[in-house]
């Protein structure tokens, strides 16, 4: 065994000395791509420019992409797009400055960009590919209007990760701009998070296209994280600015939350509604937003039963296994429709056993409680954990909302109708 | 064995003759070794230490992060430049004659509260080379996987989990002696006198403002309160009995049920708060024992996700304490991440760390740790952090940058400067009123000293 490991052992590096010697002899067979990635491109940068021969570029001359910057929307140079491409698994983008007008290039085509001899380099922060033969004429047009999937992130992992997520396409969910006053127009920089330790901001130019239309308090926004120093060249300290490619860009505008919200359903005790069917009452019960009706239902105060907000001490608690409907009603309107809505669920744990889940539907009415209509699709309760519901809504004028559990029957096989908490219901008014 | 040898030894000559304009195999590259000190702001001269400099100062291209910086002098071995102005955090390369090395990160910062002035230098305060149980002189003194230790303010002395003894210490205030506070050696949940009561690994203690010590009975599942008025240890929350059970129950305290908890801290109104790490919770509890949850949601349901309730997420939180602000701090383990959370609301956010894993000093939501364990954060708001697998103790600054002041990576014992001094489990941290930090350094068996001294 030990004599065949030793002539395995020198085979072995028989065969390493033997392929060490053997470098340059097979570089000429076999096509070279001409395409390299972008990231393989940015990666060359060590603080200076760097002139993009082709030996650089493991022979290729190329880089290919798709652009997310919108030339029509006026918060771009008219001299520049940004690319960004995903090799390997890895997004990467940076921006192509041409030395002639982009009148053709547009968000969403695909391109190729010849670069051979061309500089990367960093101008005021931003990694740009430059060259005095970089025309437009160097760029080919694959494919047009292509679905860009911007990455999702939250302000506090796009702040960490900014660096290798520069130039390429993002999107921030419910994302708050703080510290408004109201009236304020896009034009301009503002702060992306609530988060003092995060300086990260939107910025959009004074002649973009949506420069003077007015900016959400909180909304999804899809652009691209860009540097920008106004003293030197380098990245490390440059702002961190989010531009939006266009105008569709935001989306899910919320304006701000109604006096009182969000409900917490702490402002009665337990005990002003303790039974399923109160009818002595109507089964109204007003907190701290007004007054609400809890049909079969009651106000949960059971620790480790009702999924309450431990802030609290209470949820609504809505019953189990009906063939009617359970309901949790506003009792009244609010005036400025609505943008958003937001409250937690659960399936209540029993006193004994394992929760159930159960399914309910959000509901609006406009006028009074008269009629109703479903938004969204059913829910169902986690039966482990409570969760927060989120719906983006555009909703103007007088609106109530209620909790429809559904009577599905009997728990069974198939039936899943357990006890259903809610809490902390919280209405944003409708911006406009 | 030999016949090995000599064939290994033909195919490194072999290979060597293959290199390229290498006559002689000697290495030709420079290499950095380190940069003193390894955080300076733009400007700062620093030294760089290493092999196969050119004398000739010009010849050196030194560049942080692709920035090239100025070599005011040169000798084989060490290099003095100018950390340039608009470099950033990142590896140093050197190159000379085209031969590119790269070197350690360095990092543009403040080191300290004035990085020109102070620097942290790592000594042993209490233990010995040995893991036992012995008390009495502060280096004699034996310790067992002495995990947990917190400082009483109402006194200055420093209150000590010896965890594998199973008996809470403590060093007075400028005392020099270990001394017994409550446990008889051996795992137990015997309630009552000091000296009859049994732990059952206290990981680590918190201190309310009376002197008052509240043990983290991982064991137990439980907390323990020792009143020190009367002397009588308790259960303040958990299962009372010898049966441990764990869970994640709400409620009066008998009823409530802990899974691994691990860290605790009191605030001013006697609130104690529990990283219950198998839990992936912070559990409040009211000073009559009743515990409820003020950020996460239970065992398994881990994740890094910022906001309130219902949202929040924790991924086995393993170190607590209260800033000077009154917010919560978390050493959030399997995140590798800092959380503070609002103790009143349970509103959560991340200050530190990427949620990845790693070991770089710089912004805060930029800089890397690996399982953070212990927290502590001064009178200042310097945030100290221990990570168990970077065996390093950091430190956040009040503007928000992470520095390493103490180990290097690498497990084991050493003191020292940072880069020097290195640590075996370094498991929670404290820091006295007069700034003085105190890292409870598990596998070493001994309690670590870092101070802040001015510079030579």
Not at chain 1, 397 to 402: I, L
Not at chain 2, 54 to 78: D, L, P, Q, W, Y
């Amino acid at each position: 065994m030990k004599k065949n490991l030793k002539i395995a052992l020198g085979f072995i590096l028989a065969l390493f000395v033997l392929t060490s010697c053997s470098k340059n002899e097979n570089e000429a067979v076999g096509m070279v791509s001409p395409v390299v990635g972008i990231n393989y491109v940015k990666a060359l940068h060590n603080g200076d420019d760097v002139n993009l021969v082709k030996d650089k570029l493991m022979g290729a001359t190329q880089i290919a992409g798709v652009v997310i910057s919108d030339k029509n929307s006026g918060n771009f140079d008219d001299k520049e797009f940004v690319l960004q491409n995903t090799n390997k698994g890895t997004t990467a983008g940076l921006i192509i400055k041409l030395n002639d007008a982009n009148t053709s290039i547009n968000y969403g085509d695909s391109v190729k960009v010849e670069i051979e001899n061309c500089v990367l380099t960093r101008e005021k922060g931003v990694m740009k590919i430059k060259g005095t033969n970089l025309a437009l004429s160097k760029v080919t047009k694959v494919s047009s209007n292509n679905t860009l999937k911007p990455t999702v992130l939250t302000p506090t992992q796009l702040f960490s990760q900014f660096y290798t997520r520069e130039s390429t396409l993002i999107q921030l969910n419910n994302a708050t701009i703080p510290n408004l006053t109201g009236g304020e127009v896009f034009a301009g920089e503002y702060k992306l998070s609530e988060n003092t330790a995060i300086s990260l901001l939107l910025s959009t130019r004074t002649d973009a296209s949506f420069a003077q239309k007015f900016l959400p308090m909180v909304a999804s926004f899809i652009g691209i994280p860009t540097y920008y120093n106004e003293s030197s060249d380098y990245y490390n300290t440059a702002k961190l600015l989010f531009k939006m490619p266009n105008e569709d860009a935001v989306f899910n505008q919320t304006g701000s939350v109604y006096l009182n919200f969000p409900e917490d359903f702490e402002a009665a005790p337990a005990s002003a509604k303790s039974q399923f069917l109160m009818p002595a009452i109507n089964d109204k019960v007003t907190f701290r937003t007004g007054t609400w009706r809890i049909y079969q239902g009651i106000i949960g105060d059971k620790v480790n039963q009702d999924k309450f907000n431990p802030i609290g001490k209470q949820a609504i608690r809505l019953q189990e296994q009906l063939s009617e409907a359970a309901y949790l009603e506003m009792d009244f309107d609010l005036p400025n429709g609505a943008s958003q809505i937001t409250f937690s669920y659960g399936a209540t744990n029993p006193a004994t056993g394992t929760a159930v889940p159960s399914t309910f539907i959000l509901e609006y009415s406009k006028d009074g409680g008269a009629t109703w209509a479903p938004i969204g699709n059913s829910l169902t309760s986690d039966a482990t954990v409570a969760k927060e519901a989120s719906f983006s809504l555009n909703i103007v004028g007088n609106v109530r909302f209620r909790i429809n559990k559904l009577g599905l029957g009997a728990n069974g096989a198939v039936v899943k109708n357990g006890l259903l908490n809610i809490d902390d219901f919280k209405v944003y008014q409708n911006v406009d | 064995m030999k016949k090995i040898l000599s064939i290994f030894f033909a195919a490194v000559v072999l290979l060597v003759a293959c290199k390229k304009n290498t006559s002689e195999n000697t290495p030709t590259n420079p290499s950095i070794s380190s940069i003193v000190p390894a955080v300076a702001q733009a400007n700062q001269i620093v030294a760089i230490n290493g092999k196969r400099f050119s004398k000739n100062a010009a010849e050196n291209i030194v560049k942080f992060a692709g920035v090239r910086a100025e070599v005011i002098s040169a000798t084989e071995t060490e290099l003095k430049v100018k950390v340039p102005v608009n470099g950033s955090t990142g590896n140093v390369t050197i190159t000379i004659n085209n031969h590119t090395s790269k070197g350690p990160v360095f990092t543009y910062g403040v080191a300290g509260n004035d990085p020109v002035e102070y620097e942290y230098v790592t000594s042993t305060y209490a233990g010995s080379a040995t893991a036992g149980n012995t008390y009495g002189p502060l280096l004699e003194a034996q310790f067992s996987t002495l995990e947990g230790v917190a400082l009483d303010e109402s006194t200055g002395d420093l209150i000590l989990a010896d965890r594998g003894n199973q008996i809470i210490k403590r060093i007075r205030k400028n005392g020099t002696l270990v001394e017994f506070v409550a446990g008889v050696k051996g795992a137990g949940t015997v309630n009552g006198a000091v000296d009859v009561a049994k732990f059952n690994n206290p990981y680590k203690v918190a201190v309310d403002k009376f002197g008052n010590i509240f043990t983290v009975d991982n064991g137990g599942a439980r907390i323990r309160k020792i009143d020190i008025a009367t002397n009588l240890v308790s259960t303040f929350a958990g299962p009372t009995g010898a049966t441990v059970t764990t869970g994640f129950i709400d409620g009066p305290s008998t009823t409530a049920r802990f899974n691994v908890p691990i860290d605790a801290v009191v605030d001013n109104e006697g609130f104690v708060y529990v990283a219950d790490a198998n839990n992936s919770a912070i559990r409040k509890i009211s000073p009559d024992g009743t515990v409820t949850t003020l950020a996460g949601a239970g065992p398994s349901q881990n994740g890094l996700v910022d906001g309130t309730w219902p949202n929040v997420r924790l991924n086995r939180p393993s170190g607590i304490c209260l800033d000077k602000d009154g917010m919560l701090l978390v050493a959030d383990r399997y995140n590798n991440a800092i959380r503070k959370i609002d103790r009143h609301t349970g509103k959560t956010t991340t200050i530190a760390g990427t949620g990845t894993a790693g070991f770089k000093d710089d912004e805060a939501l930029k800089a890397t740790f690996n399982h953070p364990f212990g927290i502590h954060a001064d009178k200042h708001n310097n945030i100290y952090v221990t990570e168990l697998n970077n065996n390093a103790v950091r430190m956040i600054t009040p503007e928000g940058r992470v520095v390493t002041i103490g180990g290097n990576g690498t497990l084991g014992f050493a003191e020292g400067k940072p880069g020097v001094s290195q640590f075996y489990n370094p498991t929670d941290v404290t820091v006295d009123e007069d700034g003085n930090i105190f890292i409870a350094d598990m596998s070493n068996n001994r309690i670590r000293k870092i101070v802040k001294v001015p510079k030579i």
